[in-house]
Antibody, heavy 122, light 106 residues
Framework: EVQLVESGGGLVQPGGSLRLSCAAS????????MSWVRQAPGKGLEWVSA????????YYSDSVKGRFTISRDNSKSTLSLQMNSLRAEDTAVYFC???????????????WGQGTMVAVSS | DIQLTQSPSFLSASVGDRVTITCRAS??????LAWYQQKPGKAPKLLIS???TLQSGVPSRFSVSGSGTEFSLTISSLQPEDVASYYC????????FGGGTKVEVK
């Protein structure tokens, strides 16, 4: 069964850091680009960051550029998101998603994790 | 950046009705879109990917049309299980989503 399981969410103070992880199983992880998509409470979907299947290309939305870092470990089938300088507006459920392609920006997101909640508040 | 505007943001229709959700791109055009369905409390699910490909298991009552700046998702006969929010997404390296359309059954 194809599965993505996120972990690492929680409550953090503004300016703090958090690292999200996503464990993938059931498919050849290195063959697909991966992304993080978030959803603030009661709001729509916002793409956050992506990495190509090889890990050689990384992409960020303007809202997180310079603060978040995406990485992947193809030997362990894991995706990570290091989030620094967190702000209240980063509060959201963060979904780990699998791309349909090796390369980002070509195809859709066909597999989604259940999400992990990040709350930024003092 | 190209933004996607979905309309309506909310719609209420009866079982069996034909409903259409529109996704408009501005400024400029997008090459292709994907469409997602998100039921309350659940992760989004890919309905239709690039080249208007219906994903496995998605009922044939779902279809898409359009190109360039205006795209549509149509449910030919609304069913109770279609209650959800629907999102379009542009397929490029800035894969923004539309704001979403919440569909309710009367």
């Amino acid at each position: 069964e194809v599965q993505l399981v996120e972990s690492g969410g929680g409550l953090v103070q503004p300016g703090g850091s958090l690292r999200l992880s996503c464990a993938a199983s059931g498919f050849t992880f290195r063959s697909y680009a991966m992304s993080w998509v978030r959803q603030a409470p009661g709001k729509g979907l916002e793409w956050v960051s992506a990495v190509s299947g090889t890990g050689g290309s990384k992409y960020y939305s303007d809202s997180v550029k310079g603060r978040f870092t995406i990485s992947r470990d193809n030997s362990k089938s894991t995706l990570s998101l290091q989030m620094n300088s967190l702000r209240a507006e980063d509060t959201a459920v963060y979904f780990c998603v699998k791309d349909q392609s090796l390369w980002f920006g070509i195809d859709a997101f066909d597999i989604w994790g259940q999400g992990t909640m990040v709350a930024v508040s003092s | 950046d190209i933004q996607l505007t979905q309309s309506p943001s909310f719609l209420s229709a009866s079982v069996g009705d034909r409903v259409t959700i529109t996704c408009r791109a501005s400024p400029g055009t997008v090459g292709s879109l994907a469409w997602y369905q998100q039921k309350p409390g659940k992760a989004p699910k890919l309905l239709i990917s690039s080249a208007s490909t219906l994903q496995s298991g998605v009922p044939s009552r779902f279809s898409v049309s359009g190109s360039g700046t205006e795209f549509s998702l149509t449910i030919s006969s609304l069913q109770p299980e279609d209650v959800a929010s629907y999102y379009c997404q542009q397929l490029n390296t800035n894969p923004h989503f539309g704001g979403g359309t919440k569909v309710e059954v009367k």
